[in-house]
């Protein structure tokens, strides 16, 4: 599927360019060229980017900070239970 038509740029080829290194709009789009000429494939090739991006393991402010929250949640779950159990 063409994902930007300004450049004839397809979804494989992206996913190609993520897959051997490119974790950022701009790498795509000095890769690439997309989302320079009308932009209106901008918000779906950051999608890509966003899903493609690993978890950086403490500040990249989406999975690593949900894994947070839920390790604060239990532990404050189980200070409470040990609490009660005093
Ligand atoms: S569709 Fe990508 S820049 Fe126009």
Do not use: F, H, N, W
């Not at 063409?2 to 790498?27: F, N, P, Y």
């Not at 493609?52 to 690593?64: E, L, N, V």
Request: aromatic share 2%.
């Amino acid at each position: 599927m063409i994902v930007c038509v300004c450049k004839s740029v397809s979804e494989r080829q992206i996913k190609a360019c993520l897959d051997a290194g490119a974790s950022t709009m701009e790498d795509l789009q000095i890769d690439l060229g997309v989302a320079l000429c009308c932009g209106k494939c901008g918000p779906y090739v950051q999608e890509m980017v966003s899903g493609a991006t690993p978890c950086c393991g403490r500040s990249c402010g989406g999975c690593c900070q949900s894994a947070q929250v839920e390790t604060s949640t239990e532990a404050v779950v189980m200070t409470q239970e040990l609490a009660l159990a005093a």
